[in-house]
């Protein structure tokens, strides 16, 4: 079983931040994970200018040469964890604007949420979340808040105590679980999604089927999408005609019924 592909977003980029040394210390623990394969990604060696494109993410990439970059790398990963810093009861203007930046790459993965600052980041992973869900990502309610960061960082290394080290591992065990059940969802469903697949199970009572239309209120929400919304295959969604969904049917064949009982009488099958 391949390992999920977990990046690591050092989300502060200021001169002095605590959010690399902590970042670096999230990466060493996730190397020792048999289930990841971690990538430490620093916001500060991307430079991504403030989000400016007059075509929102959600209906597709602009021709911005940035933005492609970026979403191929954020595209390609099973998972992610958003390392922060609170910023006036916030998460930082670069890691939201980095968000901001894509829409289809996010979909459908785990986030998970390390924080420092006044009451432990707890305000700047409240945000974050609200902003996961809002790109379709599953945010876990697992998280690390890390208290008194200056303390805990020398000579440029973050040593965690062991609140901080109990508080990662329940994290770790939440994102294994998370991505695994989410990168399987997403290859089963572009498989499923495959016409040549469908013709060829045909019969088969587990095969997915197209089924219903969708609200015109959602079928028309991006008329002008190049990619077939929300996502499409190469970042691990569906690719469906407008106006459709996927369902995933599980038909049991041959299911027996028992009829309404009396009292004193035991059921019969019908």
Same mark, same amino acid.
Not at 51 to 67: E, H, V, Y
Not at 84 to 97: D, M, Q, R
Not at 231 to 250: D, F, S, W
């Given at each position: 079983?391949?390992?999920?592909?977990?990046?690591?977003?050092v989300?502060?980029i200021?001169?002095?931040?605590?959010?690399l040394?902590?970042?670096?210390w999230?990466?060493? $623990?996730?190397?020792?994970?048999?289930?990841?394969?971690?990538?430490?990604?620093?916001?500060?060696?991307?430079s991504?200018?403030?989000? @400016?494109?007059?075509?929102?993410?959600?209906?597709?990439? @602009?021709?911005?040469?940035?933005?492609?970059?970026?979403?191929?790398?954020?595209?390609? &990963?099973?998972?992610y964890?958003?390392?922060?810093?609170?910023?006036?009861h916030?998460?930082?203007?670069?890691l939201?604007?980095?968000?901001?930046?894509?829409y289809?790459?996010?979909?459908?993965?785990?986030?998970?949420?390390?924080?420092?600052?006044?009451?432990?980041?707890?305000?700047?992973?409240?945000?974050?979340?609200?902003?996961?869900?809002?790109?379709r990502?599953?945010?876990?309610?697992? &998280?690390v808040?890390?208290?008194?960061?200056?303390?805990?960082?020398?000579?440029?290394?973050?040593?965690?105590?062991?609140r901080?080290?109990?508080?990662? =591992?329940?994290?770790?065990?939440?994102?294994?679980?998370?991505?695994?059940?989410l @990168?399987?969802? $997403?290859?089963w469903?572009v498989?499923?999604?495959?016409?040549?697949?469908?013709?060829?199970?045909?019969?088969?009572?587990?095969?997915?089927?197209?089924?219903?239309?969708?609200?015109?209120?959602?079928? @028309?929400?991006?008329?002008?999408?190049?990619?077939?919304?929300?996502a499409?295959?190469?970042h691990?969604g569906?690719?469906?005609?407008?106006?459709?969904?996927v369902?995933?049917? &599980?038909?049991?064949?041959? $299911?027996?019924?028992?009829?309404?009982?009396?009292?004193? =009488?035991?059921?019969?099958r019908?």
């Amino acid at each position: 079983m391949r390992r999920l592909i977990i990046q690591i977003l050092v989300g502060s980029i200021r001169e002095g931040r605590k959010s690399l040394p902590v970042a670096q210390w999230v990466g060493e $623990r996730a190397a020792l994970r048999e289930e990841f394969q971690a990538e430490l990604d620093d916001l500060a060696d991307w430079s991504l200018p403030m989000l @400016s494109f007059a075509k929102p993410p959600a209906m597709g990439l @602009s021709d911005d040469a940035t933005q492609r970059r970026w979403a191929a790398k954020i595209g390609a &990963a099973d998972g992610y964890i958003f390392v922060s810093p609170e910023y006036n009861h916030g998460s930082s203007a670069v890691l939201k604007n980095a968000l901001d930046y894509l829409y289809a790459e996010w979909n459908r993965k785990p986030a998970a949420f390390v924080s420092f600052g006044n009451t432990g980041g707890a305000r700047a992973v409240e945000h974050l979340r609200g902003v996961a869900i809002e790109l379709r990502m599953a945010a876990l309610g697992e &998280a690390v808040h890390i208290l008194d960061v200056g303390d805990k960082v020398t000579d440029g290394r973050f040593a965690g105590d062991g609140r901080d080290e109990k508080q990662l =591992t329940l994290l770790f065990d939440s994102l294994a679980w998370w991505g695994r059940a989410l @990168s399987t969802a $997403r290859e089963w469903t572009v498989k499923a999604n495959n016409p040549s697949n469908r013709r060829s199970a045909r019969g088969n009572p587990m095969q997915p089927r197209l089924s219903g239309a969708a609200p015109r209120s959602q079928a @028309s929400k991006y008329p002008d999408c190049e990619e077939s919304h929300p996502a499409h295959p190469q970042h691990g969604g569906v690719t469906l005609p407008t106006g459709h969904r996927v369902e995933l049917v &599980a038909e049991f064949q041959a $299911r027996p019924t028992v009829s309404p009982t009396t009292p004193g =009488t035991k059921g019969r099958r019908a």
